[in-house]
């Protein structure tokens, strides 16, 4: 990267919604985007320094070799680009907490390698950059949705990756219910059995159909239905305090279905927008009772994705 003649130094600034995934019986395959993003900006400077502010920021590494945005960005640039790697001073924005199921670490893998994408002069696909970002993450259900927006199904055959939009109907609103204590997604990994019978599979299946109509639909019986799990909500509801009685609540207050938001501990509920702020009190004030504080916020799908624009600084 080089100045502009004028002095001024380019920054480009990358927004990331964050996401959630799973959702019900779409294990490891389907996500959306909410509206609630992290912020990373880039300029352009003879070596890396980064800084971060926001929510939880003291939890992120401020060492470029250990930050997750700059290995992004660097993984990127190994794997696809053909000249020398660039150097910036990367300010990160946080407004997406760790650890809580919420994409928090999709965000930091787009925007790192969408800002890698744009500094080079041999820019790649979103499909190309997709599929280095699901090696990178390992699955692509945070980091698709991420990316494009909207609520996505990714399917792999060999080395091909198909995603395709799953329609979201206006009229169902998402709550995100956070509250103050982690789950690790290697922690939420480990509760999980290595095989799963035909029987539950077949369970699967069936909501996955269910689900996929209730959500273009608005069916609040189909979304009751097409929530349901038997690959990893059962196992991962044990590590979630409180997850039965907030769940109950939530539905009690007008929910359609209640599910784990990726891999927790964060809970998603499905409902009407006329009911949404009467289900957001029910959550919280539920976890409340038991000594939990909660952030449990009504909000919308994204459907723009990641954002990014290039602003002059000065140098």
Avoid at 1 to 25: C, F, H, K, Y
Avoid at 144 to 159: E, F
Wanted: charge should be negative; charged fraction near 15%.
């Amino acid at each position: 990267m080089s100045e502009q003649g004028d002095g001024r130094a380019r920054s480009l600034r990358v927004q990331v919604p964050a996401t959630t995934a799973n959702i019900g019986p779409g294990f490891d395959c389907i996500g959306a985007a909410l509206q609630r993003s992290n912020v990373f900006t880039f300029i352009e400077a003879p070596d890396w320094q980064i800084t971060v502010s926001g929510v939880e920021a003291g939890k992120v590494a401020g060492t470029a070799s250990e930050n997750l945005v700059y290995r992004a960005f660097n993984y990127l640039w190994e794997h696809a680009m053909r000249e020398p790697r660039p150097s910036a001073h990367l300010t990160i924005d946080l407004s997406v907490p760790l650890a809580r199921g919420l994409g928090s670490s999709a965000t930091a893998i787009i925007g790192g390698m969408v800002a890698a994408n744009q500094f080079s002069s041999s820019q790649v696909s979103n499909k190309v950059l997709l599929s280095h970002a699901i090696a990178f993450e390992g699955h692509p259900d945070n980091v698709v949705p991420a990316l494009l927006g909207n609520c996505r199904l990714s399917l792999q055959k060999d080395n091909e990756w198909l995603f395709t939009d799953i329609p979201w109907s206006k009229n169902i609103v998402p709550v995100i219910a956070v509250p103050d204590f982690e789950l690790s997604t290697a922690a939420a990994r480990e509760v999980l059995p290595s095989s799963y019978s035909l029987a539950d599979g077949v369970f699967n299946i069936g909501r996955m159909g269910v689900l996929v109509n209730a959500l273009a639909a608005a069916d609040p019986q189909g979304i009751a239905w097409g929530l349901q799990d038997r690959v990893h909500v059962p196992y991962r509801q044990t590590l979630i305090h409180g997850y039965e009685s907030v769940s109950v609540a939530a539905k009690s207050a007008g929910a359609w279905g209640v599910t784990i938001s990726g891999a927790g501990p964060t809970l998603l509920a499905l409902g009407p927008e006329e009911q949404a702020p009467r289900i957001a009190i029910a959550m919280k004030q539920t976890w409340a009772e038991m000594g939990v504080q909660a952030e449990v916020t009504p909000t919308n799908i994204d459907p723009r994705g990641t954002r990014w624009e290039w602003i002059d600084v000065p140098a």
